[in-house]
């Protein structure tokens, strides 16, 4: 089997004491699932890995989920994405990334296929110059103020417009950050 190199990005762990998954302890998690060069990325859960098993993104973050609960006791939503797809997601922006600060512009990535339809009741002219934009399975979130003062954000991510989809977000500094760790392999 080829080798391939994935990143994990776990979602709601260790924000203000909850749920916590010390990234050092993450690492022989994945280790223990049979991943090999595993590093992690923040505390805020990102991981990239190695594997040979000839899974699926989605048969990945299941096994991962699984290995968290048993081992922390809580169940965590995660998705794997592989470091070609991060990097296809990074060139499809529509956004001018490389003029904006990293806290401008985030990725939310989905579980699956987005429909636009869940997007359309949305009056984008009323929170601009704040704006978003759909990929595969990425929704690209233009907020200069930061997400933490955006509006959009907010109203994007309402579970009624993900219902039925893991989402997480990651600001672009962590997007190229992790295309850069996959790449390294």
């Known amino acids: ?91 499809a922006c529509p956004f001018p990334a490389a003029e904006l600060e990293g806290k401008q512009l985030h990725a939310i990535y989905y579980s699956g296929p987005v429909d636009p339809g869940r997007f359309a009741s949305i009056d984008r002219e009323a929170y601009l110059p704040e704006d978003f934009a759909l990929g595969d399975r990425v929704l690209y979130l233009y907020v200069p103020d930061g997400l933490g003062r955006s509006r959009l954000g907010d109203v994007v991510s309402r579970p009624a417009v993900v219902k039925g989809l893991v989402a997480t977000a990651r600001n672009w500094n962590t997007v190229v950050k992790l295309i850069e760790m996959t790449r390294e392999g």
């Not at 090999?36 to 990325?41: A, G, H, K, L």
């Open 1 to 91: 089997m080829t080798k391939k190199t994935y990143a994990a990005l776990l979602r709601g762990i260790n924000v203000s004491g909850h749920r916590k998954v010390p990234m050092a302890e993450l690492r022989p998690l994945l280790e223990g699932l049979g991943h090999t060069n595993v590093r992690t990325y923040l505390q805020s859960g990102n991981a990239v890995f190695t594997t040979d098993s000839g899974a699926g993104e989605d048969e990945l973050a299941g096994a991962l989920a699984d290995a968290i609960e048993e081992r922390f006791g809580f169940r965590v939503d995660c998705l794997v994405r592989d470091g070609d797809y991060l990097a296809a997601v990074a060139e």
